[in-house]
């Protein structure tokens, strides 16, 4: 999903968790071990141990990581700088739509795949990943909401409900293109999102409100 995949050092620990972003949205969490972690890394098992007790809390670290690089990244790109805040949205779609290169392992989201995995049987890493993914929803509120507070949508939606269907247009196209191994699949989702929230942002002012269902 973002084009430096690199965590922030270049230690043991930030080899692995660069490791695990790769090893685990190409195969999944289940199928990746500590051995294979360790072979990618360059690293032996006892670095691997002074770092992480267990696969889980490395793969709990990879969420928060990946979180804090992906945040970063979205954080420093230009489509802030837009005026209008439906602009703003729609540079972050476009943002989103440039970063589809590759097959689904190289574009997808490394909380996205564990947290598919994971979620019944490690309430840590479905935790992790729920952060991530909230918190990434929260960072679209405030452009949200200047947008409702603009342009009349004409629905009754909130900047949360609004933010957290970004997000699941978005890795929804994820796991539907790694089935279909086609990343225009989520080139299209992009563009249908893209194409609703210009019919829900520019229906005339006094169009009646209706009830979000």
């Avoid at 691997?48 to 990946?66: G, I, M």
């Avoid at 409702?148 to 970004?166: C, F, G, M």
């Amino acid at each position: 999903m973002v084009r430096d995949r690199s965590p922030r050092t270049a230690t043991a620990r930030g080899k692995l968790l660069a490791a695990a972003f790769d090893l685990i949205r190409a195969q999944g969490l289940a199928a990746t071990s500590v051995d294979q972690l360790c072979e990618r890394a360059g690293v032996t098992k006892g670095a691997f141990f002074h770092h992480f007790a267990t696969k889980e809390a490395l793969a709990v670290a990879a969420a928060q990581e990946w979180g804090a690089m992906t945040g970063a990244f979205f954080a420093a790109d230009g489509y802030h700088q837009q005026r209008d805040p439906l602009e703003r949205i729609f540079a972050y779609l476009d943002l989103r739509a440039s970063l589809i290169e590759g097959g689904p392992a190289a574009y997808s989201c490394v909380a996205g795949t564990m947290v598919q995995e994971a979620f019944a049987t490690s309430p840590a890493i479905r935790d992790a990943c729920g952060t991530m993914f909230f918190e990434h929803a929260a960072t679209l509120e405030s452009d949200i909401q200047a947008a409702i507070d603009q342009h009349a949508p004409a629905l009754e939606v909130t900047a949360r409900s609004l933010a957290v269907h970004i997000l699941v247009v978005l890795h929804g196209a994820f796991v539907v293109s790694k089935a279909g191994d086609d990343p225009q699949i989520v080139l299209d989702s992009i563009e249908h999102l893209r194409r609703y929230l210009r019919q829900l942002f520019t229906a005339e002012a006094n169009h009646p409100k209706e009830k979000e269902s």
